[in-house]
């Protein structure tokens, strides 16, 4: 797993630390699980009910579906 400089850049793990957060794209109700995109690096970021991590293409697809990708 990556240290949490190692995720996104700058920009947005500051919009996380201070609470503004990335763009939201989506959520999974019954997962619990919120999808955001940086609008600067394009990192994908899902969020649970206590953390964020980076996401991967394939992460995103299992959790959102397909067409969230098609909409770049
Ligand atoms: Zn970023």
Sequence with gaps: MKSWE?????LCRRQ??????????????????????????????????RLAFEATDQEVVTYFGGDVLNDK
């Excluded at 190692?6 to 700058?10: L, S, V, W």
């Excluded at 619990?32 to 899902?46: A, G």
Aim: negative net charge.
């Design 6 to 10: 190692e995720q996104g850049c700058a």
């Design 16 to 49: 996380w630390e201070t609470a503004e957060r990335p763009d939201f794209v989506a959520e999974n109700v019954p997962m619990h699980v919120e999808l955001y995109r940086c609008s600067v690096c394009r990192t994908w970021w899902t969020m649970d009910e």
